[in-house]
């Protein structure tokens, strides 16, 4: 499986400022998507990054609040702006394919709102 | 929707103990159901079924799916310590092949000494 790496690890930020997360993979993916997982919730897919193009949010996620770059085939990067409390949550990129949809995750970002 | 359901949600064990988790999904385009074991931040991927009756084990665990029934279950037996994670189940997110998923609510198992 792709090793992934995302950077920051963790980080506190002020309400209203933006944080742009790294999600970095050491070989060629097709597909990469970026995850919320809220405290005590379950994770929760935001969009779809796609090489080339805009990315594809799920329902309740938009770009202006979560722009998303995928300039490449092995990086991407989740932009949460504006951010605030209930931002405060871990985010995880995760890589797979749509032949069994088996997925591989980044060692996520913990970010913290205050 | 599609939609995936575990339970239980919390579950308390002593070392030794056997357990079974279970996870029930609605998917409206079934390719495949994922276990995964969060310990920390990310999850780490357990076992992906893809037939019914087959089993998947390593080591201690052990998973199997049943297509009739829409569910699966995962199996720890003897279980130690360093098995206290949450474990989440995973099923295919939307109709068409997207390589999307959607996660049940997972499984926090707590293993006392």
């Known amino acids: 499986s792709a090793v992934i790496s995302q950077k920051p690890s963790r980080d506190i930020c002020q309400r209203g400022t933006s944080l742009t997360i790294q999600c970095q993979v050491d070989s060629q993916v097709t597909m990469m998507f970026w995850y919320r997982q809220q405290p005590g919730q379950s994770l929760t897919l935001i969009a779809t990054?796609?090489?080339?193009?805009?990315?594809?949010?799920e329902s309740g996620f938009v770009i202006d609040k979560f722009p998303i770059s995928r300039p490449n085939l092995t990086f991407s990067t989740l932009t949460v702006s504006n951010m605030s409390p209930e931002d405060s949550s871990i985010y995880l990129c995760?890589?797979?394919?749509?032949?069994?949809?088996?997925?591989?995750f980044g060692p996520g970002t913990r970010l913290t709102v205050t | 929707e599609d939609k995936v359901v575990q339970s239980p949600l919390s579950l308390v064990v002593h070392e030794g103990d056997t357990v079974t988790l279970n996870c029930s999904y609605e998917?409206?385009?079934?390719?495949?159901l994922l276990w995964y074991k969060q310990e920390k931040k990310a999850p780490t991927f357990l076992f992906m079924l893809t037939s019914s009756g087959i089993e998947k084990k390593s080591g201690r665990l052990s998973s199997i799916l049943d297509k009739k029934e829409l569910s699966s279950i995962l199996n720890i037996t003897a279980t130690q310590t360093g098995d206290s994670a949450i474990y989440l189940c995973?099923?295919?997110?939307?109709?068409?092949?997207?390589?999307?998923?959607?996660f049940g609510q997972g499984t926090t198992l707590q293993v006392k000494p």
């Open positions: 998917v409206t385009n079934f390719r495949s």
């Open positions: 995973a099923g295919p997110l939307g109709s068409s092949n997207t390589g999307k998923l959607i």
């Open positions: 995760s890589v797979g394919t749509s032949v069994n949809y088996e997925q591989y």
């Open positions: 990054a796609n090489q080339g193009s805009e990315a594809t949010y």
